[in-house]
């Protein structure tokens, strides 16, 4: 069968589900992806054909606006703009089936379009029944924001444009069918999501558990990375450095390509600094780790039963920093008032939540994964 994989051109949007596709590829599928060129190289090798376009998304040279509509409006760009392309191919070889990440906007327009199920595989935790009344003013202020009405009509119009009539805010919340890869225990009010919703949990790649290009040293290991959207943070590298860089931790930081890493000074002895490391290979070694708490790196955490210090600074980061502490493998710092001084009492806290840490890690692996992941959707093209 005809698979169409419609992707977010961000690696952490990538990374939760390429498992997932590689083994729908294993099974015999032919699988297109469609995804911005320059991340043609991280979904190529699961086997796909890539349908690429001119992303407009930001990369890790560029960073995303902190107006939480103003950030949404890019994914809507990036679905406006690229639709003419995946229209113009799909016409003409049609799929039997159409799967997106959240930010794929394009799916479930596509999918009305031919006549198809559009099947969402999140990264992050869903809507539940009663989420807007739930967060009540913060998502009120979003939504009635002069961002927000923009980002609101400007999508209502597009909808329009494609013969759909629907609330903007309904139509993106609830998707009509959708696998959630994230670990149940991160879910927000589980026993109140639609039941259009199946948990798969965790689909890790193998090629990236695979990946062993990082070797381990001896001794207790301090893992810092604030991921690929929110880590242009100089100063909160030196912070770590000063607090940690003169103590028995070996440090690993990655710091991603926008920040000069001449500028964190001379480094101690057992502090490395990296632009990517593989992240999965430093986790399976780590004994905590200092987290923006995307939900990519709070999956891979859990999965690794490392304990966390979270220091969230946007989107759905603050959510996961709580609910790390509430299941007792994390500690939670606000990043605004964070202090040397605070992140070694931090660690010093996380370390002790080990043996929890660990059986959580038991708990998240014991869900299906790839192959209930590839079943579910196997079931979708029955």
Not at 26 to 44: D, K, N
Request: charged share 20%.
């Amino acid at each position: 069968m005809h698979i169409a994989m419609i992707g977010t051109t961000a690696p952490s949007h990538i990374y939760p589900s390429l498992a997932v596709i590689a083994e729908l590829v294993r099974r015999g599928h032919r699988v297109t992806y469609a995804v911005g060129e320059s991340l043609r190289h991280l979904v190529e090798p699961a086997g796909v054909e890539v349908l690429s376009f001119s992303s407009v998304l930001p990369d890790g040279e560029s960073s995303w606006p902190d107006d939480p509509a103003a950030a949404m409006h890019v994914f809507l760009d990036e679905a406006i703009e690229s639709f003419p392309i995946l229209t113009a191919f799909y016409d003409n070889d049609r799929p039997d089936l159409f799967l997106y990440d959240i930010g794929g906007m394009t799916a479930p327009v596509l999918g009305v379009r031919y006549g198809l199920p559009a099947v969402q595989l999140s990264p992050t935790y869903v809507a539940w029944d009663g989420y807007a009344e739930d967060l009540g003013d913060g998502i009120t202020s979003i939504r009635e924001s002069p961002t927000g009405v923009v980002y609101r009509d400007t999508y209502a119009k597009w909808l329009r444009q494609n013969d759909i009539d629907a609330d903007p805010w309904k139509w993106i919340t609830y998707p009509a069918h959708c696998l959630s890869l994230v670990p149940r225990v991160m879910q927000p009010n589980a026993d109140r999501v639609p039941e259009s919703v199946q948990f798969v949990g965790p689909c890790l790649d193998p090629v990236r558990l695979n990946d062993r290009s990082w070797t381990a040293p001896e001794g207790p290991i301090l893992y810092i990375s604030l991921g690929t959207g929110y880590n242009e943070r100089p100063e909160f590298y030196r912070m770590c450095i000063e607090a940690f860089g003169n103590t028995d931790w070996h440090v690993v930081i990655s710091i991603g390509r926008r920040v000069d890493p001449t500028v964190l000074g001379e480094l101690p002895a057992h502090v490395e600094v990296h632009e990517h490391v593989p992240q999965l290979a430093v986790l399976d070694a780590a004994t905590v780790f200092i987290t923006h708490a995307g939900m990519g790196g709070c999956t891979e955490a859990l999965w690794f039963g490392v304990p966390t210090v979270a220091v969230p600074q946007a989107v759905d980061q603050f959510g996961n920093a709580a609910m790390l502490a509430d299941l007792g493998v994390g500690v939670h710092l606000e990043f605004e008032q964070v202090t040397a001084a605070s992140l070694a009492d931090a660690v010093a806290q996380a370390r002790r939540l080990a043996s929890r840490a660990a059986a959580m890690s038991a708990e998240v692996r014991a869900h299906g994964g790839v192959e209930q992941a590839a079943d579910a959707i196997e079931a979708y093209l029955a």
